[in-house]
Nanobody, 123 residues
Framework: QVQLVESGGGLVQAGGSLRLSCAASGRTFSSGARAWFRQAPGKEREFVAVIIWRSGATYYADSVKGRFTISRDNAKNTMYLQMNSLQPEDTAVYYC????????????????WGQGTQVTVSS
């Protein structure tokens, strides 16, 4: 099993920044992908960003492109999401996810999930 633990959420004013972390432990893998998703109240879980673990390739949702940056620290087995220029519509619970297979943007393809961290952006 793989355990994922997110941290770094909080309350920030519009235009501010936050950095989320996702630490992996257990039977981790060096293949596949790790991603960030988010879910606002009353809405479906949506893709935010993904990093292909072996190559480091990254992909973003259009809504966050140019504002958010996904990165990794292989030595720490940790993934990050740097969020800049935050807006009220970014308010959501942010989840990290991991899978050893060929996954990308579809949340139902990921086997491992963290517990989520709340991000609230005030206007």
């Amino acid at each position: 099993q793989v355990q994922l633990v997110e941290s770094g959420g909080g309350l920030v004013q519009a235009g501010g920044s936050l950095r989320l972390s996702c630490a992996a432990s257990g039977r981790t893998f060096s293949s596949g992908a790790r991603a960030w998703f988010r879910q606002a109240p009353g809405k479906e879980r949506e893709f935010v960003a993904v990093i292909i673990w072996r190559s480091g390739a990254t992909y973003y949702a259009d809504s966050v492109k140019g504002r958010f940056t996904i990165s990794r620290d292989n030595a720490k087995n940790t993934m990050y999401l740097q969020m800049n220029s935050l807006q009220p519509e970014d308010t959501a619970v942010y989840y990290c996810a991991a899978d050893a297979g060929s996954v990308l943007r579809k949340y139902n393809e990921y086997h491992y999930w963290g517990q989520g961290t709340q991000v609230t952006v005030s206007s």
